[in-house]
């Protein structure tokens, strides 16, 4: 017979503890393995972040008005990506184009009524649009030639969602090369927002100015 009651909720307490420390000193081993790859992994990020920081710099002194664009190259070797995107500037609605819609007068009324006209929520933000550049298109044409810069802006910000901090950026509006874009017949704008101007916006990042990107050379062309 034993001297002990392994029934006891002392043992069984005595059980969990060891199990706890077993399972959390496997995790704690774990953890020790897997820090280096962690820490290799955020300098990458960190490291591809200043690249692309000081690539937009770079672009942003350059580019001046009637400067040709092309997109960047490093998307076209990326099989994950198939399309270069474009921005739109837009602003809320005001009194006077509600007054202009085709619908009921009371509605007109209740819209207008519920219209914020702080200055702080009127100012133009930044959107994703409905024109893209195909990767398809840019290799069929052997061109990466995307259009032509007409204006900088430095204070406008991308339109404030629930995941996204509203801050300002640095865009580039342009004249687009229409011949390798798509345009995306869904695309709908945000309830009671217009277009601010009759631009397209890209983001100095996303452009190159150096002509034609090596990767083309290769590719056929096709006329346009």
């Known amino acids: ?69 092309y997109t960047d190259s490093s998307w076209l070797s990326n099989k994950n990506i198939s399309a270069d995107l474009t921005y739109r500037l837009v602003r809320p609605i005001n009194a006077t ?27 133009p933000v930044m959107i994703y649009s409905a024109l893209s550049f195909q990767k398809d298109s840019i290799f069929k044409y052997k061109t990466a030639y995307i259009g032509s810069c007409i204006k900088k802006d430095s204070v406008t910000a991308m339109m404030k969602t629930d995941s996204l901090v509203q801050l300002s950026g640095k865009w580039l509006g342009f004249k687009p090369n229409m011949k390798l874009a798509l345009i995306d017949q869904d695309f709908k704008l945000p309830e009671n927002y217009v277009y601010a101007d009759d631009l397209y916006y890209l983001k100095p990042a996303d452009i190159n100015l150096g002509g034609e990107p090596s990767i083309l050379k290769k590719a056929v062309k096709t006329k346009l």
């Open 1 to 69: 017979m034993s001297l002990y009651d392994f029934d006891d909720p002392v043992f069984e307490k005595l059980d969990k503890v060891s199990y706890y420390r077993e399972k959390w000193g496997n995790r704690w081993e774990r953890s020790k393995t897997m820090f280096p790859f962690a820490v290799v992994f955020i300098v990458g990020l960190m490291t591809v972040a200043i690249m692309l920081n000081r690539h937009a710099e770079s672009i942003w002194k350059k580019v001046n008005i009637n400067t040709p664009i």
């Open 97 to 123: 184009e509600i007054n202009t819609m085709d619908i009921p007068e009371w509605k007109k009324q209740r819209l207008i009524a519920e219209l914020d006209t702080s200055a702080e929520f009127n100012k």
